[in-house]
Structure formats: structure tokens, C-alpha cells
């Protein structure tokens, strides 16, 4: 498998953006095409998921009330029979009282214990309803409060299950939004994940590195354009026995193609070939061959990922995805191993 080197550039500037919008359920490209794929079926399994929850709900207080009704009528029995045994334990107090045969004094202190008890069960009596009621209030109070909020939940079933909903809607609308708002750097990103999956496919001896980009202090100056090259950023540089390729990633439409309005990706990569042939030729070393000073030669490669171009075009190779690796292994090889190292090492050292 080739080695990789470094995070494409795309996928860190996604990531950072998503980040900043504070959009964190993303942690690949391949989770952004499945959020798009099954967005409209993620709200409906929202919706189906609170309405399934309010059903239970429903069904749990239903099942209360009734346990509570049941509960109530049994607490009622239990506290009728305990308040009736209070009364006739009263009354009996009050029966063996009147009997008693006492002098004087005990008849005075017997008297006012008798009146109090004749209080106590005319007490009873009178409120014998509410003593009931206000023993059995919690049980009541529980069968109101779940009666009210069934009645309601069942009779406004769809507004419940909306309002529930609201919160994780509105995240994944907003999520959706930003996701359409990014669909180019989403797009630049899954083109340039699908060529470093693609260049893995390689053996070892190949070496890819992402998002490269060199300063140049002076400048190169082209003397053919007139140009003044401060500084290059790459999709990918691939260093192989065959040499460099650089590699550009358009994952563009045939619409985006034929625009007039898109700077052309041909004179990007010519200009971008030119200072590193330039750099790598002057500043690397490799083995002596006895012939003389071996060149390091740079081949560029634009990677169309979904339409490619009828046209040839000087200088730079078109490709679709799926012909980018025949495309690679066609040259022979002209480097050894410790060559490729030392040219990948030069160029991890002096990226910025």
C-alpha cells in the first residue's frame, strides 16, 4: 500500500468551517453523502420516533390511571374500615365509661372523659366523608393530573409530536443548510479523499503527499510568462521510481467544464510544475550515474472525477479516477527506494 503523507486540503478546510458553524456529527466525507442520501428519511425517523415514544407515554398513563383508579378503590375500603374502627372503639370506650359505677369526684372525671369522647365521635361522623377524601387526595390528585395530560396528548397527538420534534429538526435543517452552503469544498473534499483512496491501491514504493505547499524567497521567475512564482499549493505530489506527479483533483460537472468563468486548471499545474522543476532539479541530489547528472522528471496530472474534457492538452495529462493508477504504473521506474526517500524527504522538509 503507497504511503500517505498528510490530511487533504479540502477535508481540513471542511472540517474547519463545519467546526466554526459548530456542525460536529461529520467525521468523514462518507458521513456527509450518507446525511445527504437519507436526510428526508433522518426527519421522518425524528417524527416516527417521538410519535412512538408519545404512544408509550400514552399507553403508561392509561395503564396508571387504571392501576391508581384500582389502588383508589381499595384505599377507599381500607380507610372506611379503619375509620368505622376508630368510631366503634369510641364508642365502646364510651359504653364501659357510663357503665362504671364511681363516687362523686370519679363521677365528675368520668363525665367530662365521656363528653370528650362523644366530641371525638360526632367529629368522625360529621366529617366522615371528607377524613375519606383527604386520606385518598395523592391518589386522586395523580388520576387528575394523568387524565388532563392524556386528554390531551391524545387529542393533539400531531402538535405534541411537532413540538417534541422542534429541537432536532432545527438541527439537522440547520445542518443540511450549511452541508448545501459547503457543497463545493464538500465536493473538492470527496474528489480529493476518492484519489488518496485510489493512490493507496499502490505498492509502498510510491509516496503521497496532500495539501503541499512551498514558499519561495526570491521568487522563480519564469522568463517565458513573465511570471513571478511566490509560492505553489498542490492537491497531491506523488514521488515515485518514475519520478514526481503532480496531481490536481476537479470533481466538476460537464457544465463546470465548459465554463468561461473557471480559472483554467491547465495553466494552474504548468505554473505550479515549472517552480518545482525548477526547485528539485537545483536542490536535490541523487546518486551519480556515469553518464552524468540525473534529471528528476515532473509529469502532471489533472484527475476528473466525474467528467473529463474530449480535448489533449500540452504538457498535462487528463484522467479519469479509474485510469489514474494504470496511468502511474506505465513508466518504468529510473529511481531506487533510498532516491524516492530522499526526494519525499526533501519535500516533506520544506513544505509550509
Known amino acids: ?54 404512544n408509550e407515554e400514552i399507553k403508561q398513563k392509561t395503564n396508571r390511571i387504571i392501576e391508581n383508579e384500582n389502588k383508589l378503590e381499595l384505599a377507599k375500603n381500607d380507610e372506611l374500615i379503619k375509620l368505622n374502627t376508630r ?27 365521656i363528653k370528650k369522647l362523644k366530641r371525638k365521635i360526632a367529629y368522625l361522623q360529621d366529617n366522615f366523608d371528607q377524613i375519606i377524601n383527604d386520606s385518598l387526595r395523592s391518589i386522586k390528585k395523580e388520576i387528575y393530573d394523568d387524565s388532563r395530560r392524556l386528554k390531551y396528548i391524545s387529542e393533539n397527538k400531531p402538535k405534541v409530536i411537532l413540538e417534541r420534534s422542534k429541537d432536532e429538526i432545527a438541527e439537522i435543517e440547520y445542518a443540511k443548510k450549511n452541508v448545501d452552503e459547503l457543497r463545493t ?40 510568462t513573465d511570471d513571478r512564482i511566490y ?22 460537472s460537464k457544465r463546470s467544464i465548459n465554463s468561461l468563468d473557471l480559472r483554467s486548471p ?11 522543476f525548477r526547485v528539485v532539479n537545483s536542490k536535490i541530489q541523487l546518486n551519480k550515474h556515469h553518464w552524468g547528472t540525473k534529471q528528476i522528471p515532473i509529469r502532471n496530472i489533472i484527475v476528473m472525477i466525474k467528467e ?45
Open 185 to 224: 469544498l464538500i465536493s473538492g473534499a470527496i474528489g480529493e479523499s476518492l484519489v488518496e483512496k485510489e493512490i493507496r491501491k499502490l505498492s509502498d514504493d510510491y509516496i503521497l503527499i496532500n495539501d503541499y505547499r512551498m514558499k519561495f524567497k526570491p521568487p522563480i521567475y519564469n522568463k517565458k
Open 231 to 252: 509560492s505553489i499549493q498542490l492537491d497531491h505530489l506523488l514521488v515515485s521510481k518514475s519520478g514526481i506527479f503532480i496531481l490536481e483533483t476537479k470533481n466538476w
Open 308 to 352: 473529463k474534457p474530449k480535448n489533449e492538452f500540452k504538457y498535462v495529462k487528463i484522467r479519469q479516477l479509474k485510469e489514474l493508477n494504470n496511468y502511474l504504473k506505465y513508466f518504468d521506474p529510473i529511481f531506487s527506494q533510498s532516491e524516492v526517500d530522499s526526494v519525499a524527504s526533501y519535500l516533506v522538509e520544506k513544505r509550509n
Open 1 to 54: 500500500m503507497a504511503k500517505i503523507i498528510g490530511q487533504v486540503e479540502s477535508l481540513k478546510s471542511l472540517r474547519t468551517e463545519l467546526n466554526k458553524r459548530n456542525i460536529y456529527r461529520f467525521n468523514s466525507v462518507g458521513d456527509i453523502n450518507r446525511f445527504n442520501r437519507e436526510f428526508t428519511n433522518e426527519k421522518q425517523n425524528i417524527f416516527k420516533s417521538h410519535e412512538d415514544l408519545l
Open 87 to 113: 368510631i366503634d372503639n369510641y364508642k365502646e370506650r364510651k359504653l364501659i365509661l357510663e357503665r362504671r359505677r364511681v363516687f362523686l369526684i370519679g363521677k365528675v372525671i368520668v363525665y367530662f372523659k
Open 266 to 276: 491547465v495553466d494552474q499545474i504548468i505554473r505550479t510544475s515549472y517552480a518545482l
